[in-house]
């Protein structure tokens, strides 16, 4: 330990992530490879500022994993897994499998026991959840296609780990020197291998039994005693108290978290610990990747450079053509197959617990399994590069590609107006205009939307809305309105640049986000933009005030006048957006003015004769009705 003991380590540490972190993110590399980074630069193989020590805050920072999957465990609830059982079971379960049986031919290739291939087949199958996760979440990934099943290739890999470890002392081939010391000891190593496979499931079961059935109880008495700080110590003392257990019958503590995270997901408790424990879970899990940086062996790389950037090379490569070939063969589009490949084309971290399981139970020796640790964190570091080589090389050329993989549909009806976009908003759009008598032509560029959405009933046509080609197919040249309804502003623009250029007649109807983006699409010509919080905002704002006792009728002309007037407001202040401060002063002068304006409606309201209806006219409402 260097000198300064605990407090030099935290500070080198947390220094390292403090810089090494923003600098990351600035430049686009994300807050994972910022980690990871930190750590070789501080590590005993560059700067020297941990030595071997770090090997001992590797097995702490590991906790923060653990935190992590009981976290994911409490956003799972037993039905949604059951729902998910499909991807998880299917392409997870294949995933692994094929990978298995590929690594070991190539072990077996390289002169191993088949006991030995299969047991680094197996390890090398898994993936890094918490570097994938977490990259995925940082990048706005996980709801696509590609980041939902790569969620649920590791579910099934995070649950496979359990019957690995159950397995892998089945096959020893040789006993180890110490193998029954102290070290090694659990509670479960002195009974035969059958013995142990039974103490491991009833282990498992009794956690889901203590999750079901004990564990609520236990935190409503301490939710009684309203001190935070004993709930907070409580979530902590759950998670520890199942990570010893668990390491304890030789079980990885991780999955011990994740089945009672599964168990507790429907506990009133649950928004409670995710909200305690999340704080300990992201330090730990920033302190992991600093680990998993400062643990690869350079001296170990030097000795046999040629052997590791080998092996690394084709890890990656064996799972990256698993992994497209089964996301090409479970028919999802080419740009979310890149997504899928590159995000698990790695090792894991349970890896690290693995290779030192099988070392101690006599399946690998220490020279297999030591460069094969190195070759597993060397790919966990790869990982938010090969991300990134995704993100700015493949997906620019290959992203949009599903239009060539699919063929845009043929669309012969012709409607008054086109849809771009059958989401969440474009479908409440259509519904309201399809109950009025008002039929439309609905576009989308999401291949699994529109096949889910067929098979509803509904005629949704597959189709880029940025293509003069697929509007004119449309019936741009016959129909009255354009409602843009997308949820990237950046394909908004580019919808109504080519109806603007190609069909001028069209009407525009613009989905926005918020007043950047409004100001943007308002300065492209299109003047009625619609941002998709402000009326459900308002509503919202409408029933507070009537539940604070406002009457009904002045709620509704407070949101109106809102409305009329936050309108107006947004069409003057996009004059002013280049500079900032005039921006600035106009808002706060304009957020006055709005609120004077109210005040002055509600006196003269109650100044009428009659209280239960407003003064405005109804000829007035309608001219409201301009500002869109």
């Known amino acids: 330990m260097h000198e300064g003991g605990f407090f ?6 947390l ?9 990351a993110k600035r430049l686009g590399l994300g807050s994972v490879l910022g980690y990871l980074i930190a750590g070789i630069l501080i590590g005993p193989f560059v700067l020297g500022f941990i030595g071997t020590e770090g090997e001992d805050i590797m097995h702490f920072a590991e906790f923060g994993v653990v935190m992590m999957l009981f976290l994911i465990g409490l956003e799972l609830e037993p039905s949604m897994i059951w729902r998910m059982r499909v991807p998880i079971l299917g392409t997870g379960g294949i995933q692994v499998g094929a990978t298995t049986l590929l690594i070991a031919a190539v072990a077996l290739a390289f002169g191993l026991p088949w006991q030995t291939a299969v047991a680094i087949g197996l390890i090398l199958a898994l993936s ?12 706005g990934l996980m709801e696509t296609t590609g980041g939902r099943n790569a969620f649920s290739v590791l579910l ?6 359990i019957p690995i470890l159950a397995a892998l002392p089945l096959f020893a081939l040789y006993e180890v020197a110490g ?13 035969p291998i059958w013995g142990q496979t039974i103490a491991v499931l009833v282990a498992v079961g009794s956690i889901v039994f203590l999750g079901k059935y004990l564990i609520s109880p236990f935190f409503q008495m301490i939710a009684r005693l309203r001190l935070r700080e004993m709930f907070t110590a409580s979530a902590l003392l759950l998670v520890v108290a199942i990570a010893v257990l668990m390491t304890q019958v030789g079980l990885s503590p991780a999955l011990g978290t994740f089945l009672a995270g599964v168990t507790l997901a429907q506990s009133e408790y649950r928004h409670e610990l995710e909200t305690d424990i999340d704080p300990f879970k992201g330090l730990l899990l920033g302190l992991f990747f600093i680990a998993v940086g400062a643990s690869i062996d350079f001296n170990l790389i030097a000795s046999m450079p040629q052997v590791i950037i080998g092996l690394v090379v084709l890890l990656i490569a064996i799972k990256f053509v698993v992994l497209f070939l089964l996301a090409r063969t479970s028919k999802i589009g080419l740009d979310n197959s890149f997504l899928f490949s590159f995000s698990l ?4 971290e349970f890896g690290f617990v693995l290779f030192s399981f099988a070392t101690q139970n006599g399946i690998l020796t220490s020279d297999i399994a030591n460069p094969l640790i190195a070759v597993v964190a060397i790919t966990m570091a790869l990982t938010p590069l090969l991300m990134l080589v995704n993100e700015k090389l493949i997906q620019p050329r290959f992203g949009t590609t599903e239009s060539v993989e699919r063929e845009a549909d043929e669309m012969e009806e012709r409607n008054q107006v086109i849809i771009a976009g059958f989401g969440r908003y474009g479908s409440t759009v259509g519904r309201l205009l399809q109950s009025n008598g008002v039929q439309s032509t609905y576009l989308d560029v999401d291949p699994d939307n529109v096949d889910l959405l067929r098979k509803m009933g509904l005629e949704v046509f597959y189709g880029d809305a940025s293509r003069a080609d697929l509007l004119h197919a449309a019936g741009a040249d016959e129909a009255t309105l354009l409602i843009v309804a997308v949820n990237e502003p950046a394909k908004t623009h580019e919808i109504i640049e080519t109806a603007q250029k190609h069909f001028p007649h069209l009407k525009i109807l613009a989905r926005t986000q918020g007043w950047q983006d409004s100001y943007e699409v308002l300065d492209m010509g299109v003047s009625n933009v619609y941002r998709e919080t402000l009326d459900s905002s ?4 409408a029933d507070a005030l009537a539940c604070l006792g406002f009457r009904k009728h002045q709620t509704s002309r407070a949101a109106k006048t809102f409305r009329k007037h936050d309108e107006r407001f947004l069409r003057e202040l996009a004059s002013m957006r280049h500079d900032e401060n005039e921006l600035i002063l106009g808002a706060k002068e304009r957020i006055k003015a709005l609120e004077q304006l109210i005040k002055t409606e509600r006196e003269e309201q109650y100044q009428s004769s009659d209280l239960g209806w407003d003064p405005t006219t109804l000829v007035e409402d309608f001219k409201d009705q301009k500002y869109k």
């Open 179 to 191: 193998a029954g010391d102290a070290h090694h000891d659990t509670l479960i190593s002195h009974l």
């Open 128 to 139: 890094s959840t918490a570097i994938v996760l977490q990259t995925l979440k940082e990048k």
């Open 156 to 161: 099934f890999q995070d649950i496979a780990v």
């Open 538 to 541: 308002l509503r919202m704002g």
């Open 345 to 348: 084309a790695q090792g894991g």
């Open 15 to 23: 220094a390292a992530a403090v810089v090494s972190v923003p600098i």
């Open 8 to 13: 030099y380590q935290a500070l080198v540490y």
